[in-house]
């Protein structure tokens, strides 16, 4: 296809021309609704181009207003820099990490990004997770696919969730869906978050360690940011303690991964339900072997349902960038 | 072990309402059926006589050939076997049978019921763990977490494109019988935003939820279909082919109740033909074998009879049969009995 979008023929367009967005890398929600949102938009793909990404910009998008992007497409200082024009970010994720927020608020760029979309499918997938982990759920459909129910006689036991401690790290909208889904099952949630969320009546703990030696199981349900990064480590690991499980949604690097690897391959943690990991969509060959870890490939948002949604929230977070009305799910960009 | 008879005083001519001390309750005979779980079993070695069928090749007339059947007064069984005519007639003196399952499926409680035999069950301290299972399978169905784990175990993230899940919240919950296991299931799928609706022998006054009198109505209003009912004649086969085809090629069936609840060659033929959109499995009509056509699909997940299976509660299971033996062979009302 040719990228070179001034040489695109839409006769109708040229009364009434699409405005232009640049994708760098296509995000999922373009993969599967790429016809829908091009109805709308004229797409500036640069990975589509054989050019180098900067030479792309300065030849084809020098003019461009908004770019779309996604959760592990970095939006480079750079980038921006390139783009004088640029007014607006719209990622399809509700991470920032991988946008220069600080570059944005410098120029007055506006982000929008997917807000509490996602809540509903990551808390959803985080219990799913725990579920699998504790009852061992993969390793049991393993176990009955390959033919050792027969043979082997009865699986392994699993352990309770009921009335288990549940630690959220991060008691943003995600956490707070997580710990509404647990408590039916008897769990005890307890949190710790930047600050004190006086709604809730949940325990409270002011620092990761305190909140680990208190559960037996973290939920991970934080953003990734300076303080976040590698914020489980060894010292949370061994507070979390033997019996203890960790569910990770929210981004690989939030934990030491290479030291959890450790600890699970020591016993020093009982397992592990990962959606993210630190070098996508590497996986530590350790963790293959274990059968008390449950393996996602960052999926905690790929439904069908919420992909729809989506879409929606991104053509109208656009159409309302082009026609100069309030943003749908912007980022608060002051601090 | 040396120990002497109890003396029998005037109030205790009945021979069945022995004074039994502790040291006299090890030589009573408790006939387990299957290994069920070590703990247990350990138990029942301890407090009582205990012998095992399964080294008769669980055959009760190879056990006849070498023991007495009147010796045996007990018999813990569980899912596998559990008490039929068979074994009832085989053993005058029973009197208790202690199940270590909720389910009565295995036990012929008319019999027991005619016979004076005692019958006891392993409820409430399993409810959880059944109902944890139901919702972690409906997750592992909908959101292909056993199906995208695989993926990754052979290393097919970077290339594969896996299509997206479906979502589960806020998703229409169908739930057959609701009982101590039902009621659990729905109240944890009430916090994923569901609506619930059931289908019960009658309608239950303080549930909250939208009764059908008509499995197919109910199966054709709700996406997500869970069997949590009791095995009983009434409800073998409950879900046929009619049930399957109103669930459809959108919804999912999940059994945490007995594989016979389900006509499995049906729900194989659905399964494969696309008109029903998946299954979550612990239970099938002839364990341990399993439909070989279901093993591998995507949208299915299996597992094996798992319902129970924790640590906590196998062992809490256990307490509760050690208990009712203990209660029965001292004179003391059963802490959960059937009949």
């Known amino acids: 296809m040719d990228c070179n979008g001034y040489r695109q023929e839409n006769h109708?367009?040229?009364?009434?021309?699409?405005?232009?967005?640049?994708?760098?890398?296509?995000?999922?929600?373009?993969?599967?609704?790429?016809?829908?949102?091009?109805?709308?938009?004229?797409?500036?793909?640069?990975?589509?181009?054989?050019?180098?990404?900067?030479?792309?910009?300065?030849?084809?998008?020098?003019?461009?207003?908004?770019?779309?992007?996604?959760?592990?497409?970095?939006?480079?200082?750079n980038t921006i820099r390139l783009l004088p024009s640029l007014g607006l970010i719209v990622t399809t994720s509700a991470g920032l990490d991988q946008i220069d927020l600080q570059e944005c608020r410098r120029r007055g760029v506006s982000v929008a990004y997917a807000g509490n979309l996602f809540s509903a499918d990551v808390a959803d997938i985080a219990v799913g997770l725990l579920i699998d982990a504790l009852r061992k759920i993969s390793a049991g459909?393993?176990?009955v696919t390959q033919g050792l129910w027969a043979n082997n006689g009865d699986f392994s036991l699993g352990s309770k969730l009921g009335g288990r401690k549940v630690g959220i790290v991060g008691l943003g909208s995600i956490g707070?869906?997580?710990?509404?889904?647990?408590?039916?099952?008897?769990?005890?949630?307890?949190?710790?978050?930047?600050?004190?969320?006086?709604?809730?009546?949940?325990?409270?703990?002011?620092?990761?360690?305190?909140?680990?030696?208190?559960?037996?199981?973290?939920?991970?349900?934080?953003?990734?940011n300076d303080q976040t990064r590698h914020v489980i480590n060894k010292e949370v690991l061994l507070a979390l303690g033997k019996k203890g499980l960790i569910i990770n949604v929210g981004r690989g690097a939030i934990i030491d991964e290479q030291e959890m690897v450790r600890c699970l391959m020591q016993g020093e943690i009982a397992g592990a339900g990962l959606d993210v990991f630190e070098n996508e969509p590497h996986v530590p060959s350790e963790l293959i072997s274990l059968d008390n870890v449950v393996l996602s490939p960052h999926r905690a948002v790929h439904?069908?349902?919420?992909?729809?949604?989506?879409?929606?929230?991104?053509?109208?977070?656009?159409?309302?960038?082009?026609?100069?009305?309030?943003?749908?799910?912007?980022?608060l960009l002051d601090e | 072990?040396?120990?002497?008879?109890?003396?029998?005083?005037?109030?205790?001519?009945?021979?069945?309402?022995?004074?039994?001390?502790?040291?006299?309750?090890?030589?009573?005979?408790?006939?387990?059926?299957?290994?069920?779980?070590?703990?247990?079993?350990?138990?029942?070695?301890?407090?009582?006589?205990?012998?095992?069928?399964?080294?008769?090749?669980?055959?009760?007339?190879?056990?006849?050939?070498?023991?007495?059947?009147?010796?045996?007064?007990?018999?813990?069984?569980?899912?596998?076997?559990?008490?039929?005519?068979?074994?009832?007639?085989?053993?005058?003196?029973?009197?208790?049978?202690?199940?270590?399952?909720?389910?009565?499926?295995?036990?012929?409680?008319?019999?027991?019921?005619?016979?004076?035999?005692?019958?006891?069950?392993?409820?409430?301290?399993?409810?959880?763990?059944?109902?944890?299972?139901?919702?972690?399978?409906?997750?592992?169905?909908?959101?292909?977490i056993c199906a995208s784990d695989e993926y990754v175990r052979i290393g097919k993230w970077k290339d594969a494109d896996f299509g997206l899940a479906t979502k589960f919240s806020g998703k229409s919950v169908g739930i057959v019988g609701l009982g101590r296991i039902g009621t659990a299931i729905a109240k944890r799928a009430e916090a994923f935003g569901c609506s619930i609706s059931y289908?019960?022998?009658?309608?239950?006054?303080?549930?909250?939820?939208?009764?059908?009198?008509?499995?197919?109505?109910?199966?054709?209003?709700?996406?997500?279909?869970?069997?949590?009912?009791?095995?009983?004649?009434?409800?073998?086969?409950?879900?046929?082919?009619?049930?399957?085809d109103a669930l459809g090629p959108k919804g999912i069936l999940i059994n945490i109740g007995r594989g016979a609840h389900v006509d499995e060659t049906e729900l194989v033929s659905a399964l494969l033909e696309g008109r029903l959109g998946g299954a979550g499995l612990d239970v099938y009509e002839n364990e341990p074998e399993v439909p070989e056509e279901l093993l591998g699909l995507g949208n299915v997940v299996l597992q094996p009879h798992v319902g129970s299976d924790t640590v906590e509660t196998s062992d809490a299971m256990a307490d509760l049969v050690i208990s009712n033996l203990k209660a029965h062979f001292s004179n003391k009302p059963l802490l959960t009995p059937v009949i």
Not at chain 2, 71 to 78: L, N, Q
Not at chain 2, 204 to 229: E, G, H, R, W
């Open chain 1, 176 to 224: 707070l869906e997580v710990g509404k889904r647990l408590e039916p099952f008897g769990c005890n949630i307890l949190y710790c978050s930047r600050n004190k969320k006086s709604s809730v009546s949940y325990p409270y703990y002011s620092n990761v360690c305190e909140l680990a030696a208190n559960c037996e199981v973290l939920m991970i349900c934080c953003e990734l």
């Open chain 1, 141 to 143: 459909n393993r176990y």
């Open chain 2, 1 to 144: 072990m040396n120990h002497q008879p109890t003396p029998q005083t005037g109030k205790e001519k009945n021979p069945n309402l022995k004074k039994i001390s502790g040291l006299t309750m090890e030589s009573i005979g408790v006939l387990m059926t299957c290994p069920m779980h070590k703990y247990l079993e350990q138990q029942l070695e301890t407090h009582f006589n205990l012998f095992r069928l399964w080294h008769c090749n669980s055959s009760i007339t190879e056990f006849l050939k070498t023991h007495q059947g009147n010796t045996i007064r007990a018999v813990v069984g569980d899912t596998n076997i559990g008490a039929d005519a068979e074994l009832i007639a085989s053993f005058p003196n029973l009197e208790i049978v202690a199940s270590y399952s909720v389910g009565l499926d295995k036990i012929d409680l008319r019999k027991c019921e005619e016979k004076g035999i005692r019958v006891a069950n392993t409820p409430d301290v399993l409810t959880d763990d059944v109902a944890d299972l139901a919702i972690g399978l409906i997750l592992g169905v909908l959101r292909r």
């Open chain 2, 199 to 244: 289908f019960s022998r009658s309608q239950k006054p303080f549930a909250n939820y939208k009764f059908y009198s008509n499995i197919i109505d109910l199966a054709t209003s709700c996406q997500i279909l869970i069997v949590a009912c009791a095995l009983t004649e009434e409800t073998r086969h409950i879900i046929d082919r009619e049930v399957i």
């Open chain 1, 12 to 77: 109708d367009q040229n009364l009434f021309p699409k405005p232009k967005v640049l994708v760098l890398e296509p995000p999922p929600v373009f993969i599967y609704h790429e016809e829908k949102l091009s109805q709308k938009f004229h797409f500036l793909k640069a990975w589509d181009s054989p050019l180098p990404l900067e030479q792309f910009l300065t030849t084809h998008a020098h003019s461009v207003q908004a770019i779309l992007s996604h959760g592990s497409c970095p939006v480079t200082t």
């Open chain 1, 303 to 331: 439904t069908e349902e919420t992909l729809m949604a989506l879409v929606d929230l991104v053509i109208g977070n656009l159409e309302a960038f082009f026609s100069n009305k309030p943003l749908l799910s912007p980022v």
